[in-house]
């Protein structure tokens, strides 16, 4: 087994939903692989924050500003890994969209 | 069998996925409602309510209508959801109206529950990028209008503001109408 690192920053200011959030409306991080050129494992998420907003009642389980996402593959064959990164971000203020983005992860093995 | 590299350097950043809407939230806000001269016409649209009804802007003609943009994963649109109940019992018998238009891309599934979670009294529609794009692409939410009794937008809201500033908007749309209502009156009797 392998693991990649995937590094994600967001704009200062602004903070994503955790994998976990403690709301059944929340929309959580995901980070999701299609099997190829690897097995995709465990997706292995940092400890959230939790953080009260103006908004909120309750803290909020978030993360924000750089972290890492870690994913442990088992590798099959040189190629390309396909995921789908699902994040929901807010400010203090407003909310964006729900955005689904494609990742690309190579892999290359040697024998 | 040997890897290139134990922890690859696959690094995304999320912060520039999120600039060209982030602009538009930190787009400032109207200050009360705008002079009626420098007002433009809300775009006419088209949706369904929670009981499959079909409802236009054009139904609400000659009241005072606050717009609300909104869905059930954004935190800050459930701070204005109580103030906004509370406007529409306060003032839904002098000629005002709050309707509610969901951007939740899953549907009544998971608004209706919300909907009977929050005690939600008025009005909420499904909306659909086409009408957000009508009204400048609703990027950020919560995006409010205030719209007046003519039709017109007379306050654009884009993220959380304080209950009295839409309420000052509110009450000074309504009491607009009925002071040219009472110029009119006036004028026709032959009185100032």
Redesign the interface.
């Known amino acids: 087994m392998?693991?990649?690192?995937?590094?994600?920053?967001?704009?200062s200011g602004?903070h994503?939903n955790s994998n976990t959030p403690n709301d059944e409306?929340?929309?959580p991080l995901r980070l999701t692989w299609t099997n190829g050129a690897a097995e995709a494992g465990e997706v292995i998420f940092p400890k959230p924050q939790q953080e009260k907003?103006?908004?909120?009642k309750k803290p909020?389980s978030v993360f924000s500003g750089d972290f890492k996402v870690q994913t442990k593959f088992k590798?099959e064959s040189t190629g390309t890994m396909i995921g789908k990164?699902r994040?929901?971000?807010?400010?203090?203020?407003?909310?964006?969209?729900?955005?689904t983005?494609e990742?690309k992860?190579?892999?290359?093995?040697?024998? | 069998m040997a890897f290139t590299t134990r922890t690859l350097p696959a690094v995304l950043f999320a912060a520039a996925l999120l600039g060209s809407s982030c602009s538009k939230t930190e787009r400032p806000t109207h200050a009360g409602p705008k002079p009626a001269s420098a007002r433009k016409a809300a775009p006419a649209f088209t949706l369904k309510d929670a009981e499959g009804k079909t409802v236009s802007l054009e139904d609400y003609k000659g009241k005072v209508v606050l717009l609300n943009f909104w869905a059930t994963w954004c935190g800050p649109c459930k701070i204005e959801i109580p103030w906004f109940v509370a406007f529409e019992q306060k003032y839904k018998d002098k000629g005002f109206s709050v309707v509610g238009v969901s951007m939740d891309e899953e549907g009544w599934n998971i608004v209706k529950p919300f909907l009977a979670e929050e005690k939600i009294n008025y009005r909420i529609l499904l909306g659909n990028d086409s009408v957000g794009t009508l009204y400048g692409g609703v990027d950020s939410l919560p995006t409010t209008f205030v719209i007046d009794r003519e039709g017109n937008i007379a306050a654009t809201h884009i993220g959380l503001v304080s209950k009295s500033d839409y309420e000052d908007e509110i009450v000074q749309l309504l009491e607009g109408k009925r002071t040219a209502v009472s110029a009119d009156a006036r004028a026709a009797n032959g009185s100032n």
């Open positions: 392998v693991s990649a690192d995937f590094s994600l920053r967001l704009r602004y994503v409306f929340l929309i907003y103006e908004f909120s909020v590798l990164l994040y929901q971000a807010c400010s203090e203020k407003a909310c964006l969209p729900p955005r983005i990742v992860l190579p892999v290359e093995v040697h024998n």
